[in-house]
C-alpha cells in the first residue's frame, strides 16, 4: 500500500489560536485557475474568495501569495485564515482538570465549541487554551457538543495525538455523563437503549432509523424531586452525534434546554446564553497510551436546574 505523502508545513502561524485552513485541490478538474475552484469550492457568497485574492490573503507552499491568474495545479496545497468574524464572547471561564507534559484536561463551560468550525473560530476551547496556556501545537483527542459542559481531553504533542484518538476510537475511554430531564415514574430504569442513529449533513438534529444499533448508552436515575424533575446518570459505550440527547428523547424524557429534542426550536440571538443544556461530561478514566498512567477525572461543574431550577429557567 502506497504512504500518503505528509503535506508540507504551513507557511502562515496561527492567528488568535486558530491555525490557518489548508486547501489541496483535486487531482483532476475542469479549472483554469485556482481561484476559479476556490471561488466554487467554497461557496463564501458576496465575492468574498475575489476580495481575498485582490488582498493577497491566499497563499501557496512558498509562502507567496496567490495572484487571481495563478494557474490550476492538481494536488497543489492552498493556505489562508478564515476571515475575522465579529464573535460573541462566551463569559464562562474555562477549567483545567489536569496539566502535564503529555496532555491538558478542561473542564467547558456550556455555550463554547471544543473546536473552530462554522461560526465559532476563536471562542473555542482549543483557541482559548492555546492562547492561554501558549501551546500553539495542542490538538483535541475527542469533541464535546458546544452546548454540552464538562471533561474534554486535549494533546500537547502532535505526534502523540494519534495514541489518544484511538482510545476513544477503540472504546477504551470510560465515559459518564449527568443530565436533568423529566422524572417519569412509569419509566424503568436503569436501562440500556441501543438504536441506529443517523445525521445527515445539512441536518441539525439526528435521527434512529431501522437496521443495526450503532449507538448504546446505559441510562440511569440517580434522584427525583416532586417538581417533577429527575437527575439521571448516562454511560454511553459509543460516541454517535447527539447519542445521549436522542436516546434520552426516545425515552421520553428529553434533557431540559435542548434546543433539538423532541423538536428543533427557533434559533437564539448571539449572546443570549440563559438556559444551557442541562447535560455534563462528568468523568473520564482511562489508561495513558504513553506513560501508562491510570487516569480518573471529574468535572467540578454543576446542573443549573438541579441546584436553582427557577434561577436556570429565569423565573
Given at each position: 500500500m502506497r504512504r500518503r505523502t505528509p503535506p508540507p508545513p504551513s507557511p502562515l502561524p496561527q492567528r488568535d489560536g486558530v491555525d490557518p485552513v489548508r486547501v489541496r485541490l483535486p487531482g483532476e478538474g475542469r479549472w483554469a485557475t485556482v481561484r476559479e475552484h476556490l471561488v466554487e469550492r467554497l461557496s463564501a457568497g458576496d465575492g468574498l474568495v475575489e476580495r481575498m485574492f485582490e488582498e493577497g490573503l491566499f497563499f501557496g507552499a512558498d509562502g507567496q501569495p496567490l495572484g487571481r491568474d495563478t494557474a490550476y495545479e492538481p494536488g497543489m496545497f492552498v493556505w489562508f485564515h478564515r476571515e475575522r468574524a465579529d464573535e460573541v464572547p462566551v463569559p464562562f471561564e474555562l477549567g483545567i482538570v489536569h496539566r502535564d507534559e503529555h496532555i491538558v484536561v478542561a473542564d467547558k463551560p456550556h455555550f463554547l465549541a471544543t473546536t473552530p468550525r462554522g461560526s465559532h473560530i476563536t471562542q473555542t476551547a482549543l483557541a482559548r487554551l492555546r492562547r492561554e496556556l501558549d501551546l500553539p501545537a495542542l490538538g483535541a483527542a475527542h469533541r464535546l457538543d458546544r452546548l454540552t459542559a464538562g471533561l474534554v481531553l486535549f494533546v500537547v504533542r502532535p505526534e502523540e495525538r494519534g495514541a489518544y484518538q484511538t482510545l476513544f476510537r477503540d472504546k477504551r475511554v470510560r465515559?459518564?455523563?449527568?443530565?436533568?430531564?423529566?422524572?417519569?415514574?412509569?419509566?424503568?430504569?436503569?436501562?440500556?437503549?441501543?438504536?441506529?442513529?443517523?445525521?445527515?449533513?445539512?441536518?441539525?438534529?439526528?435521527?434512529?432509523?431501522?437496521?443495526?444499533?450503532?449507538?448504546?448508552?446505559?441510562?440511569?436515575?440517580?434522584?427525583?424531586?416532586?417538581?417533577?424533575?429527575?437527575?439521571?446518570?448516562?454511560?454511553?459505550?459509543?460516541?454517535?452525534?447527539?447519542?445521549?440527547?436522542?436516546?434520552?428523547?426516545?425515552?421520553?424524557?428529553p434533557i431540559l434546554g435542548d434546543p433539538l429534542y423532541p423538536r428543533v426550536a427557533d434559533p437564539v440571538p448571539a449572546g443570549d446564553f440563559r438556559r444551557p443544556l442541562q447535560l455534563l461530561a462528568r468523568a473520564l478514566e482511562f489508561t495513558d497510551p504513553v506513560t501508562g498512567v491510570e487516569h480518573r477525572f471529574r468535572s467540578g461543574r454543576t446542573l443549573g436546574a438541579w441546584d436553582s431550577y427557577a434561577d436556570w429557567a429565569g423565573q
Open positions: 465515559k459518564e455523563y449527568e443530565a436533568v430531564a423529566p422524572y417519569d415514574p412509569a419509566l424503568t430504569l436503569p436501562t440500556t437503549v441501543r438504536s441506529r442513529i443517523v445525521k445527515e449533513r445539512g441536518e441539525m438534529a439526528a435521527r434512529e432509523v431501522p437496521g443495526e444499533p450503532n449507538a448504546v448508552s446505559r441510562i440511569e436515575l440517580v434522584e427525583h424531586r416532586n417538581n417533577g424533575l429527575g437527575w439521571y446518570r448516562l454511560l454511553p459505550s459509543t460516541g454517535q452525534t447527539h447519542q445521549l440527547r436522542v436516546h434520552m428523547n426516545a425515552l421520553g424524557v
